[in-house]
């Protein structure tokens, strides 16, 4: 999907509490591609907090992207749009 005013791609990353995994993804993707992408994150049974371990990660490596609270989702997708 791209963004018909900035060019960009969108991409989201989900798992099911968005506090750890798609949290890290979006930060990696957010400090080394923003240029490109624009990036976010959602579980679809948000912690409505950022695990303390994600945020360590992050800044050992040298990013601190992370948003502060985690984001729901809801989204229905018909077999055609999973080709299938």
């Given at each position: 999907?791209?963004?018909?005013?900035?060019?960009?791609?969108?991409?989201?990353?989900?798992?099911?509490?968005?506090?750890?995994?798609?949290?890290?993804?979006?930060?990696?993707?957010?400090?080394?591609?923003?240029?490109?992408?624009?990036?976010?994150?959602?579980?679809?049974?948000?912690?409505?907090?950022?695990?303390?371990e994600?945020?360590?990660?992050?800044?050992?490596?040298?990013?601190?992207?992370?948003?502060?609270?985690?984001?729901?989702?809801?989204i229905?997708?018909?077999?055609?749009?999973?080709?299938?």
């Open positions: 999907m791209s963004d018909g005013d900035s060019g960009k791609k969108k991409v989201l990353f989900v798992c099911i509490g968005n506090m750890i995994r798609s949290q890290i993804a979006e930060g990696f993707a957010r400090h080394g591609g923003s240029a490109f992408i624009e990036t976010y994150s959602a579980g679809v049974k948000p912690a409505g907090v950022v695990s303390e994600a945020v360590t990660v992050m800044r050992e490596k040298g990013c601190s992207r992370l948003r502060a609270c985690t984001a729901g989702m809801a229905t997708l018909s077999p055609s749009q999973l080709g299938l």
